[in-house]
């Protein structure tokens, strides 16, 4: 199995910035794609940075120039970088993985964009 945990979710105000952490536990199961959801309050849960194993990245057009999307050489970390925060940023994050044992979700982090 595969767990993720992610980290770094907090209060912040708007305008500001927040660094996300994925923490993977293992990663030698075929790993195509590395990716960030996010479930605002009332609203489904949706990709909105992605990464594939070859480094390519996309994202949402709601985050499009202001989040990043990165991973660590050992594929043991993939991290979102948070700027120019939005009050309707605020949701919780999940970190996910694609591979060909299927896909793996972490338990989530909250952000909260908010003066």
């Known amino acids: 199995q595969v767990q993720l945990v992610e980290s770094g979710g907090d209060l912040v105000q708007p305008g500001g910035s927040l660094n996300l952490t994925c923490a993977v536990s293992?990663?030698?199961?075929?790993?195509?794609?590395l990716n960030w959801y996010r479930q605002s309050p009332g609203k489904e849960r949706d990709r909105i940075a992605a990464l594939t194993i070859n480094g390519i990245a996309r994202y949402g057009d709601s985050v499009q120039g202001r989040f990043t999307v990165s991973r660590d050489r050992a594929l043991r970390r993939v991290y979102l970088r948070m700027t120019s925060l939005k009050p309707e940023d605020t949701g919780v994050y999940y970190c996910n993985i694609k591979s060909v044992r299927g896909d793996f979700w972490g338990q989530g982090t909250q952000v909260t964009v908010s003066s």
């Open positions: 293992r990663s030698d199961i075929g790993v195509q794609s």
